[in-house]
């Protein structure tokens, strides 16, 4: 099981669609203080709050706090700023992944604590850019259907799956 640490979060619909990400992977969900909305906002419940029953979600007056009743295996921060690539860690049962606030990100003094447990958000892979995506004929930006796609229906056609 895995620990998905919010450290100060600010915008309820993120938080939802943790608490259903953690609902759906067994993930249990620790949220660290202060929070920028009330876990009854109206937004937070519309997000992902009817998943809350299914999730384990536990608020921590601070990060210290957390460490200190979890004790993680590990405790990875992701951010940008991060000194290694997601790609290049071996993640296991009981670490825990802790995201900063969405407008500022994980405090500097944190990353530097935290070492090279900071991961960044992007793989780092030697070697050419990959190649650009394949233009789209027809323009505006439409999409593309992919093989074996059924069609888009007409506007007011009722909608059918795969299996016709």
Not at 53 to 66: G, I, K, N, P, R
Request: aromatic share 8%; net charge positive; hydrophobic share 35%.
């Amino acid at each position: 099981m895995f620990h998905v640490v919010l450290y100060q979060p600010e915008i309820p619909p993120n938080t939802g669609n943790i608490i259903r990400l953690c609902a759906n992977t067994g993930s249990v969900l620790h949220l660290i203080r202060p929070l920028g909305f009330e876990l009854d906002d109206r937004r937070l419940r519309r997000a992902g709050l009817d998943y809350r029953e299914w999730a384990t979600v536990t608020e921590h007056d601070s990060l210290q706090a957390f460490r200190t009743a979890v004790q993680p295996a590990r405790c990875w921060a992701l951010s940008t700023r991060g000194r290694c690539g997601y790609d290049s860690v071996a993640f296991a049962a009981g670490d825990a992944f802790l995201f900063g606030p969405e407008t500022r990100g994980l405090p500097e003094t944190l990353l530097r604590e935290l070492g090279d447990t900071a991961v960044g958000g992007r793989a780092h892979v030697a070697g050419p850019p990959p190649p650009k995506p394949a233009k789209t004929r027809g323009g505006g930006g439409g999409g593309v259907l992919k093989k074996n796609q059924p069609p888009r229906p007409k506007k007011g056609e009722a909608v059918r799956g795969w299996g016709g």
